[in-house]
């Protein structure tokens, strides 16, 4: 079994598909980074050598940032936005959308589950 960047990848899938569970790497990446170490996309994780694994991890860890550092990164951003008081910044500190999408009938996650209306009688028991 591989294990890259604190990862371990599965060992039945197409390293191409494998790539895809480490934070920060999508399939357009992933084969952007097969591409630049010349290793074909349908070979197997557990058909994978030594030397593959090794330049697969020393083009991760020198070129891109992954897993641990992306998502902190992401976090400070967003806690920027929400300390400078941006429009971005308030949505994201009542959770609700913030690109432009409507609020009246859809964003339930972030508003909520729907409130019962007052005064409504229920059906008797029998």
């Known amino acids: 079994m591989a294990r890259i960047e604190g990862v371990d ?4 899938k ?4 494998g790539l895809t569970y480490i934070y920060g790497i999508g399939i357009s990446r ?3 980074i097969l591409y630049k170490i010349n290793l074909n996309n349908n070979i ?9 694994i090794i ?5 991760l860890a020198t070129e891109y940032q992954l897993e641990g550092d992306l998502r902190r990164t992401e976090t400070t951003n967003i ?10 910044g308030r949505r994201h500190r009542t959770n609700l959308p913030l690109r432009g999408q409507r609020t ?5 996650t972030g508003r909520g589950t729907k409130k019962t209306i007052a ?6 028991r029998k």
């Open 119 to 124: 005064g409504k009688k229920k059906a008797p």
């Open 79 to 88: 806690k920027r936005l929400m300390e400078i008081s941006c429009y971005r």
């Open 55 to 59: 330049s697969l991890r020393n083009i």
């Open 9 to 12: 990848l599965p060992k039945n």
């Open 14 to 17: 197409r390293i191409e598909i």
């Open 44 to 52: 197997k994780v557990k058909d994978l050598n030594d030397e593959q």
């Open 104 to 108: 009246r009938t859809n964003a339930r």
């Open 30 to 32: 992933s084969r952007e």
